[in-house]
């Protein structure tokens, strides 16, 4: 008997306006219950595969007002029935937008996030706090390990692939904003506590 797939979409929203053009990513959660039983972790084992489906940048100087409209046509090209959650960088100006993306209905649970320079995962009453770091150290560790897939006929995808190139490379010139859309996205699917490095879960 074949094993019933598991799905979810985490999408990842990056804020920018002037400077920097605000991201999207769509990355989907495909899990398969292998019907084994884990005596180390004491659970059943379960196979998990992380697929990016979308990723965009918005136009320069976007307006944050239209975000949550641009946003809802994204989540209405998602499988209908399948559980969304979206991360979304709630950083300086990033706090009124969560709040219009609240009153938006999109139909999926809202993590918002501060990225700061700090070293450690926090809280405040309106976000999480995590550092820029960890943010990439997350991604890079789903990339490292095959976890997450960029398949080839995902439009920009080659651009994302530049961008993580260049990616704190001394004077590369390509942006980080869809590279930080993914990074949040993966992020609301699996941060560095599921991984051991990090004391405290985000979420």
Not at 69 to 96: I, S
Not at 124 to 148: G, S, Y
Request: glycine residues 8%; contains cysteine.
């Amino acid at each position: 008997m074949q094993a019933e797939l598991r799905r979810e979409f985490f999408v990842g929203l990056d804020l920018g306006l002037r400077r920097d053009p605000s991201a999207v990513a769509v990355v989907e959660r495909v899990a398969r219950d292998l019907k084994k039983y884990d005596p180390v972790r004491m659970c059943q084992m379960m196979e998990r595969v992380y697929v990016l489906r979308e990723v965009r940048r918005f136009p320069l100087e976007t307006p944050y007002v239209e975000i949550p409209v641009a946003v809802r046509r994204v989540m209405q090209g998602l499988t209908a029935g399948v559980t969304r959650t979206l991360t979304v960088d709630a950083t300086g100006v990033g706090a009124p937008v969560v709040e219009l993306l609240k009153k938006a209905d999109l139909g999926a649970q809202l993590k918002p996030v501060v990225i700061t320079g700090g070293e450690a995962v926090g809280k405040l009453p309106h976000a999480a706090t995590v550092p820029r770091r960890a943010l990439l150290e997350n991604l890079r560790i789903l990339m490292e390990t095959r976890a997450l897939r960029l398949p080839v006929g995902v439009a920009n995808v080659e651009d994302l692939r530049r961008e993580l190139l260049g990616l704190g490379r001394k004077g590369s010139r390509e942006r980080d904003d869809m590279v930080f859309a993914l990074a949040l996205g993966c992020w609301g699917l699996a941060p560095l506590g599921e991984f051991g490095f990090a004391p405290n879960r985000l979420f």
